[in-house]
């Protein structure tokens, strides 16, 4: 017997018996999950609004953003004034000022909101706009990522993302810059 096969012999010989796997924690957030939801949002540079119309949506994209800008939607609540099915590379979308976009799920603990590649069309249209409004129903607020991990399959998609705010970065002079490499504001409207 070979010196390799003798030290796998007795690795073999000493494994040590199969355990079961732990049970998988729960971790409940107890609260009002749109309160919190809210308030991590805000913590994150980004703003969450509720509304019980999507008329209040419009009346928001009407004061804050002008017909002349580049707005595209990919949510039947609300539609923008670029079309997707134009877009056949993500390069295109260059000059996307404010993308809709409908998220899946909420986090309440970090303001998360998961994306579906499905839901996107172009992997790169959340982070190409220059600002990002996400429609989400209050019933798809879960208080934390154990529970989101729960409720979606990551392997039915190609691809998925979370997004949580708009794009943050800092130096090591603690100087907070938003909007450096990817959205400048983010607004969640939370939906009945």
Known sequence: MSSKESILAAIQKNKPDLLPLPEHPEFPV???LVERYKSSIKSNGGEA?????????????????????????????????????????????EHVELAILEGEWGVAENAAI??????????????????????????????????????????????????AGPSKTADIEQSLVIGAHGPRSMTVFLLD
């Open 30 to 32: 107890e609260g009002d």
């Open 49 to 93: 609004l509720e509304v019980s119309d999507p008329a209040e949506i419009r009346d928001y994209l009407e004061l804050h953003f002008h017909d002349s800008q580049m707005i595209l939607s990919l949510s039947e609540v609300v539609k923008g004034n670029y079309d997707i099915a134009l877009a056949e590379d993500p390069h295109d979308l």
């Open 114 to 163: 998961w994306l579906p590649e499905e839901s996107l069309k172009h992997r790169a249209l959340p982070f190409i706009a220059q600002h990002l409004i996400v429609l989400l129903k209050k019933d798809r607020l879960l208080g934390n990522m154990h529970e989101v991990y729960q409720s979606i399959n990551v392997s039915d998609s190609g691809y998925g993302v979370f997004i």
